[in-house]
C-alpha cells in the first residue's frame, strides 16, 4: 500500500510550491486557475514516488501533530541539507522509543505544518 494524495493547508500557495520545488525536489503536476479568486489547482510530485500533494486553502492555524510523513533512507543527511537551505528543524534526528531503530526529525515547511521524516 502507498499515500496516493495527500492535501496540505497553505496560505501561498507560490510559497508552498517553491518551498517543495526547492526543498524537497517536487516536480509540478498541475498548476491551474480554480475559481475566480485567484486560487489554484496545484499538485506536486514526490520525486520518484507515486504521491501528490495538494496544497489545498488553510484555516487559521498550521496543525500541531505532523500532517506528512517522508521516508527517506538518509535522514540525518536530508536534514543537513534542508537545515543548510533554512527550513526550520523543530527535532532533530533520533530513535523514538516507539520504534526503536528508526530514525526521524521533524522540520516545518514554508506555511508552519509541521512535517516528519523518518527512515524505514
Given amino acids: 500500500m502507498h499515500v496516493q494524495f495527500a492535501e496540505l493547508p497553505v496560505r501561498d500557495q507560490a510559497r508552498a510550491k517553491q ?27 514526490l ?25 527517506d533512507d538518509h535522514v540525518a543527511a536530508t536534514v543537513e541539507a534542508l537545515r543548510s537551505r533554512g527550513v526550520e528543524i523543530l527535532t532533530e534526528p533520533h530513535s523514538p522509543p516507539w520504534q526503536p531503530g528508526r ?10 505544518n509541521r512535517m516528519m521524516i523518518g527512515s524505514r
Fill in 47 to 71: 520525486p520518484e514516488g507515486e504521491t501528490s500533494l495538494h496544497l489545498v486553502r488553510a484555516g487559521d492555524d498550521a496543525s500541531d501533530g505532523p500532517v506528512l510523513v517522508l521516508v
Fill in 19 to 45: 518551498f517543495y520545488v526547492d526543498h524537497l525536489g517536487c516536480a509540478v503536476a498541475a498548476d491551474v486557475p480554480m475559481g475566480g479568486d485567484g486560487w489554484r489547482w496545484i499538485e506536486l510530485k
Fill in 103 to 112: 530514525t526521524v526529525a521533524e522540520f516545518r515547511d514554508s506555511e508552519g
